[in-house]
């Protein structure tokens, strides 16, 4: 049963129209990814789902609730959590305050708490008391990630989570993937990295200027395909 | 002997301008907003209290606690429904707003109570004082010192030790990222602004029990407020505090030396300030 | 650059049709308004000179802070300067009341150069605070000025006043009596000088310069990296406004001949009736302050015997102006009608470009 349901999204930054009738859906306890190249509209696509862009109502529903006009903090208590691309952490607040202030919005008591992330990623106990921003790039990442998974949403968002990091930090954060997923969240993984994405998704949905070029479970997908959904040529 | 009297009345002076300033700190720290018209909200507060007093016949004290919610309230209505609306990149409609709302507040008092000066009624307590051995220490002024004490220690714990401080502090760093934590801005905007009426109503007691006040008197409280905040640097409250004992020493010392330079010491001790510390005594690490 | 233009296909033109129907009309109505005191009366005559010297103060705020970004509400600071220093070349140095005026205009600029040096160590709102210090600084140090009545003010010498320049022959010409002769003078010297205002701005900002100034304004950091210095635009306009300020500060109290520093450093009567006229006008437009000074005009006329309700009328008006027309209404006007009567957009014309 489709539990989160793009239909027809649009969307606009002023004249420039970066979205031009997305359809995606996310199944219950599916994890689902998105790639394409820079300026696809993957982006955007997730500050649509989030409610930092807002759109026509029908636009998006979220368990048959159309939430495509909704602000990002009306959807959050509504189990819809995202970790916003580049971190984007809190610098007046420590690592504890940053996963603690993930919790704001949160309605009910779930999976996740402070003991479950500081266990998902243990560095982050040592560092509880530093402020966010001293952290590595990586660490950084992780606060991102156990700060959206407070709310104890039903459906996290992660855009770029690997961007900019060492290919060893990205196997580090990638680890806790699976483990996310057994706490029963669904997830949509915005990635470049196609490889990483390939992994841990249970379907695919490849991006080119705002419009989904391509669709398939990885298994079902080969290289020419998503060369061609990727850079659209030889299609 | 006269000068340490000076002095002691001077740094006493500062706690009553850091109850002026602390609002005004707060505000700003929070959505970088400075409200022009906070001066004529601490004499609205005023004539509110002095309105209690007369018609309920209460004690200042009981009648600024009855004020407290209601400027609360008033914070809160004028940042949700005015206010947030004037929030962006563009510095102009904020300030030109509450530069607006200080002229109609100004002259809303000025119709309504006429520019009459009033007073708070206090009893005993304005000439109680204790005897220090060297000197002698009015009541008043050390409650009031002791108050802003209070104040800034309780908007500190607030800020640092309460989950409403961090959605005040995650807010102030990135608005979009803290909605995405299920925060709405508006809302943690309009809090931040009833909560500094609550001190606009405390400095308005003590403002109104030590002197004089008429509805023209808003603009200068507001100067001192702000020569408090930029002398303390911005975003620091106990720098606020130190900023007014500054503004309070001056004054005292220049009026003691000739009582028609009172102010203009305090302003003249602001620039040197600004001078040799532009970004004020104890400036944010990060800004 | 002239050069290229001229054999280019392209031709890159700021005037509008509009813009040439207003020059003609200025023209005309200049013409009309130098003559005006031959058949108008003393109390229009009056009004006028109000009308052209707030005029001129709000151009100059709304070069500081339409097009220079620098929100001041302190330019009483230089009204009061003006004033103070033509009082001051009037009594002390025995200086004809006119080129007196000369000496406000320059007393501004001398003083408006430590002021920008604090005020420019504060940002946004707080340069806002910061120069409204500073104008009660000068103020308070006015009120010590013994020699210039101190804090209850002085009045010019009666015969400063009467044997000021021109006024005889004034007086003759239009067979006025001397004190009508004098406001007559005032008069052409306030429509001289908010013309001239007009002229000189509506000059900067078709000037290169002027374009460097909209992109400070817009943009700080990328009018850097283009070469623009935005530190010196910022001294720039911070000293014409003052310069420009200060006279029309001196030529107000040459009209006045009383003067006292809380009606020359008045917060309300030349900074905040100033922003009112330029809000509801159309900030960082030309025209805004025309017609925001007639607006201004008008509701006085209509609502100054009220006393504070008026005051109360105006601040109500220009925070729901600001809310709901921010552009003011002459941003209303070209909404609608696109029309410009000064444009200072440069538009590219000719060629192949087809139009859109």
């Keep these: 049963m489709s539990f989160l349901t793009t239909r027809g999204l649009t969307a606009h930054y002023g004249d420039f129209q970066a979205l031009f009738g997305v359809d995606i859906m996310l199944n219950e306890g599916e994890t689902i990814a998105i790639i394409g190249a820079n300026g696809a509209g993957k982006t955007t696509l997730m500050r649509s789902l989030s409610g930092v862009l807002r759109n026509s109502p029908e636009m998006i529903t979220l368990d048959g609730r159309k939430i495509g006009a909704m602000s990002a903090d009306e959807i959050v208590p509504l189990g819809l959590a995202m970790v916003p691309e580049g971190r984007r952490l809190f610098p007046s607040l420590s690592v504890e305050e940053n996963l603690l202030i993930g919790a704001y919005g949160r309605k009910i008591e779930g999976y996740w708490n402070l003991e479950k992330i500081y266990r998902l990623f243990p560095i982050l106990a040592e560092r509880r008391s530093s402020p966010g921003t001293a952290l590595s790039g990586g660490q950084q990442q992780m606060v991102a990630i156990g700060r959206a998974l407070m709310s104890n949403p039903r459906v996290l968002l992660c855009d770029e989570i690997s961007l900019g990091l060492a290919p060893v930090v990205i196997r580090d954060i990638y680890a806790a993937v699976p483990r996310i997923q057994e706490s029963g969240a669904s997830l949509i993984v915005v990635e470049q990295d196609i490889g990483q994405a390939m992994k841990v998704a249970d379907r695919v949905y490849c991006m080119m200027e705002g419009r989904v070029t391509l669709e398939g479970t990885p298994q079902s997908l080969s290289r020419d395909d998503i060369h061609a959904a990727y850079f659209g040529v030889g299609a | ?287 | 650059m002239a050069g290229m233009t001229r054999s280019s296909p392209y031709e890159v033109t700021t005037r509008t049709r509009a813009s040439r129907i207003t020059a003609v009309a200025a023209v005309a109505l200049l013409a009309l308004l130098v003559v005006l005191p031959l058949f108008a009366g003393r109390g229009l005559i009056q009004d006028m000179f109000f009308i052209l010297t707030m005029l001129v103060l709000a151009q100059f705020w709304n070069l500081l802070a339409g097009y220079g970004g620098l929100v001041s509400i302190g330019q009483q600071a230089f009204v009061g300067m003006g004033a103070y220093a033509m009082f001051g070349g009037v009594i002390l140095a025995g200086m004809d009341p006119i080129p007196a005026i000369l000496l406000g205009g320059i007393a501004a600029l001398i003083v408006a150069i430590p002021t920008a040096f604090f005020a420019f160590r504060l940002q946004g709102p707080y340069f806002a605070i910061g120069t409204w210090v500073i104008a009660e600084v000068m103020r308070l140090v006015m009120a010590q000025a013994k020699a210039l009545g101190g804090g209850t003010g002085t009045s010019l010498p009666r015969t400063a006043t009467r044997e000021m320049w021109a006024t005889e022959w004034i007086a003759g010409a239009l067979d006025v009596r001397n004190s009508a002769a004098r406001d007559i003078l005032t008069y052409w010297l306030a429509l001289a000088l908010a013309a001239a205002t007009i002229a000189a701005i509506y000059a900067l900002l078709r000037s290169k310069r002027g374009l460097a100034l909209s992109a400070v304004r817009d943009n700080p950091e990328a009018a850097k990296s283009v070469g623009v210095d935005a530190g010196r635009m910022k001294w720039f306009v911070f000293l014409t406004s003052a310069f420009g300020t200060g006279l029309a500060g001196a030529l107000i109290y040459v009209q006045k001949a009383r003067i006292s520093p809380d009606a020359a450093f008045s917060v309300t009567d030349w900074t905040a009736y100033v922003l009112f006229i330029v809000i509801i006008g159309g900030i960082g437009t030309i025209e805004g302050p025309i017609i925001g000074v007639i607006v201004f005009f008008l509701l006085q006329s209509l609502l100054a015997d009220y006393g504070s309700w008026y005051l109360f009328t105006l601040g109500i008006i220009g925070i729901v102006v600001m809310l709901v027309a921010p552009r003011g209404i002459w941003g209303l006007i070209t909404e609608r009608t696109g029309i410009q009567l000064f444009p200072v957009r440069r538009r590219l014309s000719g060629g192949s470009l087809k139009e859109d």
Excluded: C
């Design chain 2, 1 to 287: 002997m006269i000068w340490v009297d000076t002095i002691v009345q001077g740094v006493l002076l500062g706690g009553l301008y850091a109850l002026f300033a602390a609002g005004l700190s707060l505000v700003f720290g929070i959505m970088r907003l400075v409200n022009l018209a906070h001066g004529d909200f601490i004499v609205m507060a005023a004539y509110l209290i002095l309105l209690l007093v007369t018609l309920l016949g209460l004690s200042p004290f009981v009648a600024a606690a009855l004020a407290a919610p209601i400027m609360y309230l008033t914070g809160w209505l004028l940042q949700k429904h005015l206010l947030n609306r004037t929030l962006g990149t563009d510095i102009l409609p904020p300030l030109l707003v509450t530069f607006g709302l200080s002229i109609a507040l100004q002259n809303a008092l000025l119709e309504g109570f006429s520019a009459d000066s009033q007073r708070l009624p206090t009893g005993a307590i304005s000439t109680a004082s204790l005897d220090l051995g060297v000197i002698n220490v009015g009541v008043l002024p050390l409650m009031t010192f002791g108050s802003a004490i209070v104040v800034i220690v309780g908007l500190n714990q607030l800020f640092y030790r309460t989950e409403l401080g961090r959605a005040f502090r995650a807010t102030s760093d990135d608005p979009t990222t803290a909605s995405l934590m299920g925060i709405r801005p508006g809302d943690i905007f309009a809090k931040a602004t009833a909560i500094a009426m609550l001190v606009v109503t405390l400095a308005a007691l003590y403002l109104g029990m030590r002197s004089n006040f008429d509805p023209s008197i808003g603009p200068a409280r507001l100067i001192y407020a702000f020569q408090a905040v930029i002398i303390g640097g911005l975003g620091s409250l106990w720098g606020t505090l130190a900023g007014g004992v500054i503004i309070g020493l001056a004054q005292t010392i220049g009026a003691a030396i000739n009582p028609e330079w009172q102010i203009l010491a305090g302003h003249v001790a602001f620039l040197v300030v600004l001078l040799v510390r532009p970004r004020g005594l104890f400036p944010r690490a990060v800004d």
